[in-house]
């Protein structure tokens, strides 16, 4: 089956700086989604994304289908970007959405 | 209305009780989902329902049974659970089966 690979698996910022997360995956895609997870076990779609770039606020994504990689970028972190972020991807056809292992965002006040 | 609601939020069970997970959207969604996640692991897919079949099961035990009574409700009967079953229950809804995915917030279950 398709493979989801995200880096880095944790991340410490300072409240203010940028980040890029990235979602690499092993096979051709027509649905890619982005959550995050809060400390409180809620997710949240923020993006579905299977090619192209979009913005929402803080927090822009771009993939890059024929490469097989997508980027998520939050700009200018809080405290409350904290939690696990997840790339979640099905390969073409009817098929369920496989989710990578997650990024573990920690922003620091 | 952009929400799935499940209940409870909290279950506590013993090895011989019987409970259920309900799972609730109003977004006129096709395609409903429920999901396993242990602590820090990515959500497991146990069962899909499309236009209120059952169109994947994901080798999931028998002792656990989804039901979708129509299309705005999705339940999960729990019966002989295990130990290792304690998890957070995640319900989820879409359009369609390649749409965006909405969560709901959760069953934390402890099986004892």
């Known amino acids: 089956g398709i493979q989801v690979e995200q880096s880095p698996p944790d991340l410490i910022l300072q409240e203010g700086a940028n980040s890029t997360l990235r979602c690499n995956f092993s096979d051709s895609v027509n649905n890619l989604q982005w959550f995050h997870q809060n400390p409180w076990g809620q997710l949240i779609n923020l993006f579905y994304?299977?090619?192209g770039t979009k913005q929402n606020g803080r927090l822009s994504a771009t993939t890059v289908a024929t490469e097989r990689y997508s980027l998520l970028y939050i700009s200018s972190s809080q405290t409350t970007d904290s939690g696990v972020y997840f790339c979640?991807?099905?390969?073409?056809?009817?098929?369920?959405?496989?989710f990578g292992k997650g990024t573990r965002l920690s922003v620091i006040a | 209305d952009t929400e799935v609601t499940q209940t409870p939020k909290h279950l506590v069970m013993g090895m011989t009780n019987k409970k259920s997970l309900k799972c609730e959207q109003h977004m006129g969604h096709r395609a409903m989902y429920w999901y396993k996640q242990k602590a820090k692991k990515p959500p497991e897919l146990m069962f899909v329902?499309?236009?209120?079949?059952?169109?994947i099961n994901e080798s999931v035990p028998s002792r656990f049974s989804p039901e979708c009574p129509n299309s705005s409700l999705l339940n999960l009967h729990l019966h002989a659970l295990q130990p290792e079953d304690s998890a957070l229950y995640l319900c989820a809804s879409s359009q369609g089966r390649v749409e965006k995915l909405f969560f709901g917030s959760g069953t934390q279950l402890s099986v004892l």
């Open positions: 329902y499309s236009y209120e079949k059952l169109s």
């Open positions: 979640a991807v099905a390969p073409s056809g009817n098929t369920p959405l496989v």
């Open positions: 994304i299977p090619s």
